[in-house]
C-alpha cells in the first residue's frame, strides 16, 4: 500500500548536520505514523523518532531529542529528519518507516512499511 524511498545520509564530520527525507507513495491510509529507526553493525534496530501525520506530534528517542527534528510535507508526502549536533554514535543506516497506527510506539514490529535504508557516518 506505501512505498518508502529515503535519501540524504552521507559522511558528516561530529558536529555537523544531514538532512534525510523519505517520500511515500501509493495508497496512504487516514490515520498514520510515520518516522525513522536506525540500525548500526552488531545493534538493534532503534527507535530514533515517530510523527503523527495528522496532528504533527512527534515522540523522539532520549538520545536524539533536541538534536533531531521530525517535520512533514503533506503536499509532497515527504517526511524530514534534520539531523544537528551529530556524534560519532549516530553512525547507522537510517530507515524511514510507517503503519496504520492512531499513536506513536517505539518497536519496530509494530511497523508495515520500509524503506531501504541510508547511510549515515559520523567521523571524530
Known amino acids: 500500500q506505501v512505498q518508502l524511498v529515503e535519501s540524504g545520509g552521507g559522511l558528516v564530520q561530529a558536529g555537523g548536520s544531514l538532512r534525510l527525507s523519505c517520500v511515500a507513495s501509493?495508497?496512504?491510509?487516514?490515520?498514520?505514523?510515520m518516522g525513522w529507526f536506525r540500525q548500526a553493525p552488531g545493534k538493534e534496530r532503534e527507535f530514533v523518532v515517530g510523527?503523527?501525520?495528522?496532528?504533527?506530534?512527534?515522540r523522539y528517542a532520549d538520545s536524539v531529542v533536541d538534536r533531531f527534528t521530525i517535520s512533514r510535507d503533506g503536499a509532497k508526502n515527504t517526511v524530514y529528519l534534520q539531523m544537528n549536533s551529530l556524534k560519532p554514535e549516530d553512525t547507522a543506516v537510517y530507515y524511514c518507516?510507517?503503519?496504520?497506527?492512531?499513536?506513536?510506539?517505539?518497536?519496530?514490529?509494530?511497523?508495515?512499511?520500509w524503506g531501504q535504508g541510508t547511510q549515515v557516518t559520523v567521523s571524530s
Open positions: 501509493g495508497r496512504t491510509p487516514t490515520k498514520y505514523v
Open positions: 510523527i503523527d501525520w495528522s496532528s504533527g506530534s512527534a
Open positions: 518507516t510507517a503503519a496504520n497506527l492512531g499513536f506513536i510506539v517505539t518497536s519496530p514490529g509494530h511497523y508495515d512499511y
